[in-house]
């Protein structure tokens, strides 16, 4: 884009229209949650409907606040880890490379080539893992009583166990270390993460057989929370959302962080920019990341995946400043740390991306009934551990 | 011609007969059809009620499989128990009722709802001789006793005294209205075939088998098979199930009309859907799958109600296999597809019906002349109107950068 | 054509109903308590205290009490008192140990930091997870009785990483045994030396006999 254009002048959303004929009646303001089995969390939505149409909708969230970024001040940088399991829970894995990241830019400390593609694999794991579980919950919300939901997460747990097998833990996994990976993966662990993955697209074709062309699923995703690229871009949304609008960014390629820029993929782009766009393309990212996931476990080589000059008590990072990103499943989630020469980081700062896409929730339900408002909600994919910290 | 009727005095067929006039035989006359009634009512009441508590368990043990997971299986062995404890927990709930609301309205909506969701079990002919009331118009009878169970669905929102439940009774009750009419207009072309609106006229006029082997079934006739269609589908619609479940989905307004209900009254309109679905399942059954008549000659020796038994489980597990597969359409979509595509193809349907009964006695090589006029009068209409129906939406193919 | 989208879903959940009666990767459940699925070696719950016998669970604890875990533990949930007098550790040496080493498990996070930064292999990470009471605040705090384990429970639990640890605590034994055994054969020789020089000092002065270097260690040292 170039720079006379950016950013983007952002044409009129949909307007709500005035109530002053005598045909209208009162509008009606309900409060969807925070108890309510499709908000993804503790998530409130305050929308005031005239008959079935959105005219406003507030957000209100906090319900999952935990103080995250002022722990983040009083404890050392690598009690911080754990916590950022816990930040989006579902990619424990990404969080904790996106916060090494960071660290490790701020430290200037190098990462040995195999913690590098140990962290690409895990990373592909975890954005499958991620783009199943969002396909089953839209559908769940859309109200197809749980058959795509308990598919997704059939698949889930396969990679759960092997997160499991190889840090301990399914979720909360606490595996990137600065320097490198805390423990490495053993030959076996690689030959089962490499079954899974070869049977990963006979899956997604299950999948998509089942709902893809599926008339009712078009009818309730197609046209609905669209949302244009020049908007998209204003509000700095990032993630699959942007790339369902047409607007080519994806981190991986543009930063070419880690080792990225050694592997073939494509990023596949939408053109609406509505749910289905936004369910399609997470899709077809799922099997790029297959291709990804087989290079690396083929080409990973040996060596050791901690940096042997790396410390892992007592890390001070000279005083400065670091912001370090990654393309997580959700968007760019970045960790921006101030060092002050002590143990414990002067300034701890999140960049959630859910939190991000978020806040553009009202524009598209703006015109759309209450049943879209949920579908929407669902396409944007968000986890209030990092929406609320 | 046909050999059904020579099979129909076989002592399995008479069993249930048999077993009601050794009950009442004794009574004297107008006592014993009095005593021979209240046996049947009680009969169909505890079969319906069985079959209701029997098919919550299949739906969710058949979810369940379709899920990968075994459904409940913790309540007796594998989970047979499970209806039992659904109906021990329903009944031990508190019964809530709102301080604002109609009270009289409030009781009276699941009671209303349920009579009139039993009524229509009277006229179905369940086997040869076992129809309980025979009426000259009993299909009239038994739509319009299940169209006023619509009534008690708007007593529910109504009485509940609450602005979200009277608004989810009203959205419900459009679907109810809308989808009555293709239901209706869907068996035009049978009643057309058979010329009688009596239930045992119209399983009488599907018997006896083409060339020995194809039934005379309404369903396999075009205008048939297209009713046939129609009529599952608005039937889906008016029991409330999904596809067509948005009042009830919890993704809304919490549980829409029922949601100033707990325990026993939550339980009662939960049975009146189920025994919808039975219903007009049932009737689906009648009117075009042949009633209690065997698919095959030899297959007769089966008693009646046994076939009518497996063609009416049959329908159900489709329910059940649809509810598992597709997600729920949105409230003003569900309205177009009844009002854009159901009725006009519905009304269509009735030219094909009249074309297909005047053309009845068309000699030998016109018949396939008859049969390829209908079903393109059938899959015409069916294919212009769904490409309207569904223009704008496609799978689209996507770039890459 | 309309609905062949529908048809095509219908057939998925056909097949999968169908094959959840006859093959195992369409009915993936795993109906606990009855069935339990094996754990994977590297699970971890809560921590435990190492000790290396089960009959002397608290004197043979390995913990030194240097509160490194304390220190880095995220929630703090750790608390350590040292004690006042030493006692002598698997290798002989004189150490102090915990006289108070409480977890609180309500706020431990499993997050395994204590475990990595131990540098004694005293505390390690257990599996056991059946592990809710009824009572919601003195249950939860385990002291250092709760907390002790043997090492042969450690081997039950994690072979692989016990036996390495093993091995390596023995071969840092054998390394500091046989430095130990040089340091005092290089003392008695020179004091020996000193001897013969102090009992002839009109003798030239004879060069010391340089000690022997010590050879390499016994590979098969005991354990």
Redesign the interface.
């Known amino acids: 884009m170039s720079a006379s254009a950016f950013p983007p002048p952002v044409p009129p959303g949909p307007q709500v229209r005035a109530v002053t004929d005598e045909f209208h009646g009162d509008l009606l303001e309900i409060s969807m949650g925070p108890h309510h089995p499709s908000t993804h969390g503790v998530f409130r939505m305050q929308a005031t409907l005239d008959g079935e149409t959105v005219v406003k909708l507030k957000p209100v969230f906090g319900y999952l606040h935990r103080n995250h970024e002022k722990l983040g001040e009083n404890t050392s940088y690598l009690g911080s880890m754990p916590y950022t399991d816990r930040l989006d829970y579902f990619c424990a894995m990404t969080n904790n490379w996106a916060y090494a990241l960071s660290a490790e830019k701020l430290a200037g400390q190098a990462v040995p080539e195999r913690a590098e593609y140990l962290r690409v694999i895990l990373a592909e794991l975890t954005r499958l893992l991620n783009h199943t579980c969002l396909a089953g919950f839209l559908l769940q919300d859309t109200g197809a009583s749980g058959t795509p939901l308990m598919y997704a997460f059939r698949e889930r747990e396969k990679i759960l166990d092997l997160f499991e097998s190889l840090s301990g833990s399914r979720m909360m996994c606490n595996f990137q270390r600065f320097g490198g990976c805390r423990t490495d993966a053993p030959a076996d662990w690689l030959a089962r993460a490499g079954q899974l993955v070869d049977g990963y697209g006979a899956f997604l074709d299950e999948f998509e057989a089942l709902i893809t062309g599926n008339e009712i699923l078009l009818a309730r995703t197609q046209g609905v929370g669209r949302l244009s690229a020049a908007l998209a871009v204003s509000a700095g949304v990032t993630g699959p959302m942007l790339r369902a609008t047409g607007v080519a960014y994806d981190l991986r390629k543009v930063d070419g962080y880690g080792i990225y820029p050694r592997f073939d993929f494509r990023v596949p782009l939408g053109d609406h920019g509505d749910t289905y766009d936004r369910y399609m393309i997470r899709v077809l990212e799922m099997r790029e990341s297959i291709k990804i996931l087989h290079a690396a476990l083929r080409e990973i080589p040996a060596g050791p995946v901690m940096d042997p000059k790396a410390k892992l008590r007592g890390f001070r990072p000279k005083p400065g400043e670091a912001y370090g990103r990654i393309e997580g499943p959700k968007g760019e989630i970045g960790f921006y740390l101030i060092s002050d020469g002590g143990a414990n980081p002067y300034r701890y700062r999140v960049r959630p991306p859910s939190l991000v896409n978020l806040t553009i929730l009202e524009d598209l339900c703006l015109g759309h009934t209450l049943a879209d408002t949920v579908v929407i909600l669902g396409s944007i994919d968000i986890v209030l551990g990092e929406v609320d910290r | 011609m046909s050999l059904s009727w020579a099979a129909g005095d076989s002592v399995l067929e008479r069993a249930p007969l048999i077993v009601r006039d050794a009950l009442t035989r004794a009574l004297p006359e107008p006592w014993r059809w009095l005593a021979n009634s209240l046996l049947a009512i009680l009969v169909i009441i505890g079969l319906a009620g069985g079959l209701f508590a029997g098919l919550t368990l299949v739906e969710r043990k058949l979810l369940g499989r379709v899920q990968n997971r075994p459904g409940p299986n913790r309540a007796g062995p594998g989970g047979i128990f499970q209806p039992i404890a659904d109906g021990i927990k329903m009944l031990t709930k508190e019964d809530i009722v709102p301080r604002a609301a109609d009270r009289v309205l409030h009781f009276a909506a699941p009671v209303v709802l349920l009579a009139f969701s039993i009524l229509p079990f009277a006229v179905i002919p369940y086997g040869r001789r076992l129809v309980p009331v025979e009426l000259d118009a009993g299909v009239l009878y038994f739509f319009a006793a299940g169209a006023a169970t619509e009534l008690a669905v708007f007593m529910a929102g109504w009485a509940g005294h609450n602005k979200y439940s009277l608004l989810a009774a009203m959205r419900s009750l459009a679907q109810l209205i809308s989808y009555e009419l293709p239901l209706l207009l869907s068996f035009v072309p049978v009643i057309l075939f058979a010329g009688t609106l009596s239930t045992t006229g119209i399983v009488a006029a599907q018997a006896g088998w083409k060339w020995g082997w194809i039934p005379h079934w309404h369903v396999f006739s075009p205008a048939g098979f297209a009713g046939f269609v129609i009529f599952m589908i608005a039937a889906l619609a008016e029991s409330n199930r999904s596809p067509f479940d948005l009042p009830e989905a919890e993704s809304e307004l919490i549980a829409g009309h029922l949601t100033e209900y707990s325990g026993f009254k939550y339980a009662l309109f939960f049975m009146a859907e189920y025994f919808g679905m039975i219903a007009l399942s049932a009737m689906a059954v009648t009117l075009f799958l042949g009633g209690w008549q065997a698919p095959l000659p030899f297959l007769a020796v089966i008693p009646s109600y046994v076939w009518f038994a497996a063609k009416l489980g049959g329908l159900l597990l489709g329910f059940l296999w649809i509810r598992a597969t597709f997600p729920r359409l949105r409230l003003d979509q569900l309205m177009r597809f009844a009002w854009k595509f159901l009725v006009p193809l519905a009304l269509l349907n009735l030219g094909t019906a009249a074309f297909w009964a005047a053309t009845f006695e068309w000699p030998g090589a016109l018949q396939l002349v008859r049969w390829a006029l209908a079903v393109g009068l059938v899959v015409g209409p069916f294919v212009l109107l769904g490409r309207r129906l569904g223009a704008g939406y496609a799978p689209r193919t996507y770039r890459y950068a | 054509?309309?609905?062949?989208?529908?048809l095509?879903?219908?057939?998925?959940?056909?097949?999968?109903?169908v094959g959840?009666?006859h093959d195992p990767a369409?009915?993936?459940?795993t109906?606990y308590p009855e069935v339990r699925t094996k754990l994977?070696?590297?699970?971890?719950n809560f921590p435990f205290l190492v000790s290396e016998n089960a009959e002397d669970p608290m004197g043979t604890l390995r913990c030194v009490a240097c509160q490194?875990c304390e220190k880095?533990?995220?929630p703090q949930c750790i608390l350590i008192e040292k004690s006042k007098d030493k006692k002598p550790d698997a290798a002989g040496k004189l150490q102090l140990y915990p006289a108070v080493f409480d977890i609180d498990i309500s706020v431990c996070?499993?997050?395994?930091?204590c475990v990595?930064?131990c540098p004694f292999d005293a505390i390690k990470?257990d599996q056991v997870f059946e592990i809710a009471t009824g009572e919601r605040f003195n249950a939860l705090l385990l002291d250092r009785h709760g907390l002790a384990k043997p090492n042969s429970y450690y081997h039950q639990i994690h072979p692989a990483e016990a036996a390495e640890v093993d091995a390596r605590l023995a071969a840092e034994r054998q390394a500091a045994e046989e430095k130990a055994r040089a340091a005092a054969a290089a003392k008695t020789a020179a004091a020996a030396a000193k001897a013969v020089a102090a009992a002839a000092p009109a003798a030239p002065p004879v060069p010391p006999p340089s000690a022997a270097p010590p050879g390499p260690p016994n590979p098969g040292g005991s354990a």
């Open positions: 054509m309309l609905g062949s989208g529908l095509q879903g219908l057939a998925v959940t056909a097949k999968n109903f959840s009666f369409r009915l993936t459940t109906e994977p070696e590297n699970y971890r490194i880095e533990c995220p996070m499993s997050c395994q930091i990595e930064v990470m």
